[in-house]
Each structure stands twice: as structure tokens, then as C-alpha cells.
């Protein structure tokens, strides 16, 4: 026989369900998105993989002629090593020769020009002491008129340049220095002789004779130490002299 349908009781039986507030599982929730969040996550970084890093840039290679010496001896291989030593080496090597080369120069220098016992010291000095002897000037001309040079070329200009000169040492240790030189003025042209000696006790040389000749006239002396000694004859002791 069929149940007779009644409203209130179906009322009564579906009141407690309406009094409870119809909620969502919030467990449920956080793990399905912890879920997304995680597959997210892998996604990324599946989808953006990781990149070397850019090699640095590379050096070029030391050789002989491209050493700078900005990369450091500890930084080099052995090739580049010996690279660096022989650039180094031929650098100091040049240093050396011009070092070298700089000192002889200045070293003839001072002997030919600056040094008192130099050809040029006495070649100044004797050309003075021409241009104020009274019978030079009588010969040649006025003093500040007078020149004075050395051996002629066939080049002007390398004329009056290399004066002729000898050094030679005799037994006794005396050296003898010898020089010629032309000079001219307004009246004549004359050459000159210079011989100089100097004794191993001595550190300067001192003429032995100065002596001047000008073609049509007798030799001029302006030094003769040869002269000096036959005016000082010893006298004889006994019919000999003894110094």
C-alpha cells in the first residue's frame, strides 16, 4: 500500500540541512593550487634552462715584435717566455751600444776640442799669438784680419778643416806633438809649425818651437827653444864642459 505523501514531515527531515551553512572544503582548494603552483613552477623552469656563461675574451699571443710587457711573466707559456727574453735582451743590448757609443763620442770630444792638451786648444792659441806678433802683422796684414786654416780640398765646403799632425815619443819619454796650419791676410799667406813636447814629468805640452813662413821672407820665430839653449853655452872647466 503507498506512503500518503505529507509536506510536513518532509519539512521537518530537510530543516537540520538548511541549518548548516553550505561550506567548501578548504583543504581540498589549497591542494589543487599548491598542485597548480608546483606544476607552474616546474613549467618555468623547464621552459627557461640554464646558460654557460660568456667566455672572456681571449689575449693574443706574445711574440717578439708585439711584447708590450702588459701580460704578466707568471700568465705566459714558455714560447711566449723565451719571446719576451729575447726582446728583452735585444733592448738592452741596444741600450748598451748607445751608451757605449755616446761615451766614445764625448770622449773625442773632449780630447779634440775641450781638453787643454788638444789639437784645437793648440791650434787657437798659436793663431793668437800670430795675429800679435808686430812682424806677422807685417808680413800678412792687421791681426783681426788674419786667418787661419787647415789642410786645402778640393770641397769649399770641407775647405780649411783637417789640420796635419804627428805624436811620436822619443827614448827619454818625451813626447812630441807636431802640427801645421796655413794662415793668410790682406799683404800674404804663410805656414805655420808648431812643435810641441811635453817631458813624463810634465802634464801639459810647451812649445819647442813656433815658427812662420811666408814665401820671399825669412822664417819668423816665435818660439825656438832650440835657439834658447845656444844662447846658454856652459862654460869650459878645464878645457871641458861638464853640463
Known amino acids: 500500500m503507498a506512503a500518503i505523501y505529507k509536506p510536513t514531515e518532509a519539512i521537518q527531515l530537510l530543516r537540520p540541512c538548511a541549518r548548516r551553512p553550505l561550506t567548501i572544503p578548504r583543504k581540498r582548494t589549497t591542494a589543487r593550487f599548491a598542485f597548480c603552483t608546483s606544476r607552474a613552477t616546474q613549467a618555468t623552469h623547464s621552459s627557461t634552462p640554464s646558460r654557460p656563461a660568456p667566455p672572456g675574451p681571449t689575449r693574443r ?27 728583452q735582451s735585444f733592448n738592452l743590448s741596444i741600450v748598451l751600444v748607445g751608451v757605449v757609443l755616446t761615451g766614445a763620442v764625448g770622449y773625442l770630444l773632449f780630447a779634440d776640442v775641450f781638453s787643454p792638451n788638444s789639437k784645437t786648444t793648440h791650434f787657437n792659441k798659436a793663431t793668437d ?98 835657439e834658447k839653449k845656444g844662447s846658454k853655452v856652459a862654460p869650459k872647466i878645464f878645457g871641458a864642459r861638464w853640463w
Open 129 to 226: 799669438m800670430i795675429r800679435a806678433h808686430p812682424e806677422c802683422q807685417s808680413l800678412l796684414g792687421p791681426g783681426s784680419q788674419i786667418s787661419a786654416h787647415g789642410e786645402n780640398s778640393w770641397s769649399r765646403w770641407a775647405r780649411n778643416r783637417y789640420i796635419t799632425s804627428t805624436t811620436e815619443t822619443d827614448k827619454w819619454g818625451t813626447e812630441h806633438f807636431k802640427f801645421r796650419f796655413y794662415v793668410e791676410g790682406p799683404k800674404g799667406q804663410g805656414v805655420v809649425h808648431v812643435h810641441l813636447t811635453k817631458r813624463p814629468s810634465q802634464n801639459e805640452y810647451e812649445y819647442h818651437m813656433l815658427a812662420v813662413d811666408v814665401k820671399g821672407h825669412q822664417r819668423v820665430y816665435l818660439e825656438n827653444a832650440d
Open 61 to 87: 699571443q706574445v711574440t717578439v715584435t708585439n711584447d708590450t710587457g702588459s701580460v704578466r711573466w707568471t700568465d705566459l707559456s714558455p714560447g711566449e717566455k723565451a719571446a719576451r727574453t729575447v726582446q
